[in-house]
């Protein structure tokens, strides 16, 4: 396999799209082995087949604000594979949402769903809506017309969508109403659907606590846990709540959260009826997360910085793509940092993962650590399938077991000779086996 060639074959086609060709070139250069090891998957034409979406519809979403002013905003859904399983992935609603940023995501998603073990395939969809400051019912207005078009695609046994940036349980819940209302069906077509309609317990949590329970794995390796560590985690999303939420019950010490304004630095820690707060910072629709300062005052607002200055030993980075830098990674390693794991989708440069993966620290990305949230996801499909629901201990603990599953096959796949686990290769790796094979099976199509 010759990765050079694809790559400068896909920058000729999809010239700009920056996130997209990141993503993809990471996997290439992990699967690059195994492909000349399986001459089967070139003359099958895997590679080639695997790096386009199988479709993407792009659609107008036009919707009144409250002045009477109709808004015009782009939806998209990128079908990437369904060779393992119906297609499942997030929506995404953000003013920087474009083409290149849902291919990236879509595409990472592959991997990641076929880790989970579940029957998921990869898709990704969108808005470039901006959710700060809408009233509840622009929100839902907005989704409405987004599902207006978006419900002729996915379907149960078909693309299952679900929540990411901008996408929680209230808007699941606007989408799915109107889903419901066009279709005549109560069906399991979106995921993170409210616990009285449908969804599964622990699955707000199951992103930050599968994130951790990854982590804390990655520990184990070398005979540590998260007792008394200090941890700097960046986002105060759903992801970022569940994470600190999961470090402090296994008596960690979260310091600092983050939003696009800065972030916060407490030294006494994040832990209890702060944990509360984030919740309510989340639901304030303003996305700024220097209030939390007013509300605690030992903690400070550093304006315009991201953490991973604060000393730590582990960080844990939640927010967005491209967050975590060369230089940030450099103050990492000069600050003693054991253990980084991705909370978010693709948080660290190509740059940062070198800087961490020469000076051997314990890095994992976000296709395996994430993993749990969309494999809650699967779960839920699962209840949805047999037409009835689980108690938490049963979720969390089905949540617990994949995560120790998907980091032993990232050991399985990554263990270099001196010992040292490169999990980016593993988990591409290992994600890439299950699906280029299931595509070997089922023929070109
Ligand atoms: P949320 O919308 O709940 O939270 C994201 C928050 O982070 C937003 O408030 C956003 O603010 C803020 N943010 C955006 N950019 C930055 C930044 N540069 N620094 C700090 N904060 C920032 O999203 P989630 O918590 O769901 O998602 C976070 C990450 O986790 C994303 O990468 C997502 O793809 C990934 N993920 C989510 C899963 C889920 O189940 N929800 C599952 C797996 C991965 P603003 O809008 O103002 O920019
Ligand atoms: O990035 C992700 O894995 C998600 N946003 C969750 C997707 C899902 O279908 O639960």
Redesign the pocket.
């Known amino acids: 396999m010759e990765v050079e060639k694809i790559m400068s074959n896909l920058e000729k086609k999809h010239p700009g799209e920056v996130e997209y060709l990141q993503a993809v070139r990471e996997v290439l250069e992990s699967i690059e082995d195994v492909c000349n090891e399986n001459p089967q998957f070139e003359s099958a034409g895997i590679i080639d087949r695997l790096v386009e979406p199988d479709r993407i519809l792009t659609f107008k979403v036009p919707w009144v604000d409250d002045n009477g002013k109709v808004n015009v905003n782009l939806g998209y859904r990128v079908q990437f594979n369904n060779a393992i399983g119906p297609y499942k992935g997030?929506l995404?609603f953000?003013p920087?949402v474009n083409l290149s940023i849902l291919k990236f995501?879509g595409f990472e998603q592959i991997f990641k769903n076929s880790l989970t073990s579940l029957p998921m395939g990869g898709a990704k969809g969108g808005s470039d809506f901006?959710?700060?400051g809408k009233s509840n019912n622009e929100i839902m207005r907005f989704c409405q017309s987004f599902m207006l078009e978006l419900w002729k695609i996915i379907g149960p046994e078909t693309d299952v969508p679900?929540?990411?940036?901008?996408?929680?349980g209230r808007e699941i819940g606007f989408l799915y109403g109107m889903y419901k209302k066009l279709t005549h069906e109560h069906t399991g077509v979106l995921t993170?659907k409210g616990i009285n309609w449908g969804g599964s317990l622990i699955r707000p949590e199951?992103?930050g606590f599968g994130a951790v329970y990854f982590a804390n794995e990655m520990l184990k390796t070398k005979g540590l846990d998260f007792k008394g560590k200090v941890v700097a985690v960046?986002?105060?999303?759903?992801?970022?709540?569940g994470a600190v939420t999961k470090v402090n019950e296994l008596g960690g010490k979260v310091v600092t959260i983050?939003?696009?304004d800065g972030?916060v630095y407490d030294p006494d820690g994040i832990s209890g009826e702060k944990i509360q707060y984030l919740l309510e910072l989340?639901s304030s629709n303003q996305?700024?997360?220097k209030p939390y300062t007013y509300e605690f005052p030992n903690a400070q607002f550093i304006q315009g910085k991201?953490p991973w200055e604060v000393k730590c030993d582990i960080a844990l980075p939640?927010?967005?793509?491209n967050?975590l830098g060369k230089e940030d990674a450099e103050n990492l390693v000069k600050n003693g940092v054991i253990c980084v794991a991705e909370?978010?989708?693709?948080?660290s440069t190509p740059e940062a993962i070198e800087v961490l993966q020469e000076a051997k620290i314990l890095f994992a990305p976000?296709k395996a650590v994430?993993?749990g949230?969309?494999a809650t996801?699967g779960l839920e499909m699962s209840q949805n399938s047999m037409k009835l629901s689980w108690a938490s201990a049963e979720v969390d603990q089905r949540l617990h077991q994949i995560m120790v599953n998907i980091h032993e096959n990232c050991v399985k796949y990554g263990k270099q000779p001196d010992g040292y686990v490169n999990y980016v290769k593993g988990a591409n790796v290992a994600g890439f086996m299950k699906v280029a094979n299931a595509m070997l099976d089922l023929g070109v199509l």
């Not at 679900?162 to 929680?168: E, F, K, L, P």
């Not at 960046?234 to 709540?241: C, I, Q």
């Not at 939640?318 to 793509?321: E, L, N, S, V």
């Open positions: 997030g995404r953000h920087s995501l901006d959710p700060k679900a929540g990411d940036i901008g996408v929680g993170g199951a992103t960046s986002g105060f999303g759903n992801v970022a709540w983050s939003g696009p972030y989340r996305d700024i997360v991201r939640c927010a967005t793509q967050e909370g978010a989708n693709m948080p976000g994430n993993a949230g969309v996801s």
